[in-house]
């Protein structure tokens, strides 16, 4: 009976990792460009390794990295970085409907490796997601992460050093490059954007906050604003509605 569960579990794990090379081949060039970053950044290739393995969220990394070149603290830093991350609870949340029975400690370590990309093929499998599954998806795709954020590094490591300082316009671009796919999707995120860059301007250039703290209550305050003001068109809609008969 034993040997049956583990070469079932054994099965599950290589399906599970077949169906996480998509994802490992995604995250080649992003993690690639984070490690050249994090050289540009002055980062030492452990600690960039490290924050990848430690971290392993792509957006919450590439904006540590500008914060510290900005030079914010570390409390503004980790919790910039949670509030971005934030949604992960909800994934998390919404995956243990769908996975099988196990214990705590397993899915606390799997809990570790859900992004958007493995949340989403984990989601959308048909039927139950067994541990051995999810955890090749997750192994696969952090492995990725990990190792091409190393090699990244090693990469940027070989570039003049005049290149590497102009690289790090590069992450400006790539929040741009994050930011333009969800404005075309949904006209709240473009809300959401405006808001919070008015508020950032308005405490940068009246030196109210530091740059740190800046970005911190500015998103806050739009998340705040602009959901408020949904739930009152909401609540508007449904109250203006004729009674059924």
């Known amino acids: 009976m034993t040997e049956m569960i583990m070469e079932r579990q054994s099965s599950d794990f290589k399906r599970g990792v077949q169906a996480g090379i998509s994802i490992a081949i995604g995250y080649f060039p992003i993690a690639l460009t984070f490690g050249l970053l994090a050289k540009t950044t002055g980062l030492s290739i452990i600690e960039t390794v490290m924050m990848s393995m430690i971290v392993f969220a792509g957006a919450s990394q590439y904006i540590s990295l500008t914060l510290l070149t900005l030079g914010t603290g570390t409390f503004e830093i ?24 196990d214990r705590p400690l397993f899915k ?10 493995t949340f989403s093929v984990a989601a959308t499998k048909e039927g139950t997601v067994s541990t051995g599954y999810i ?11 990990v190792v091409n954020s190393g090699i990244g590094h090693l990469v940027g490591a070989s570039l003049p050093e005049t290149l590497q300082e102009s690289m790090t316009v590069a992450l400006y671009a790539m929040f741009v490059g994050l930011l333009v796919p969800s404005m075309k999707k949904s006209t709240k995120a473009i809300y959401l954007a405006g808001v919070a860059a008015v508020f950032n301007t308005i405490f940068t250039f009246a030196e109210l906050l530091s740059t740190g703290w800046a970005i911190v209550l500015a998103t806050i305050l739009s998340a705040l604003i602009i959901e408020a003001v949904e ?15």
């Open 78 to 101: 980790i919790l910039t970085t949670f509030i971005v991350n934030i949604r992960h609870f909800l994934m998390s949340a919404s995956l243990n409907e769908k996975v099988e029975e």
């Open 108 to 117: 606390a370590l799997y809990a570790f490796g859900i992004t958007d990309e």
């Open 135 to 145: 955890f090749g998806v997750c192994s696969v795709s952090y492995a990725s992460w």
């Open 231 to 245: 739930s009152f068109k909401t609540r508007k809609a449904k109250g203006g509605k004729p009674l059924e008969d």
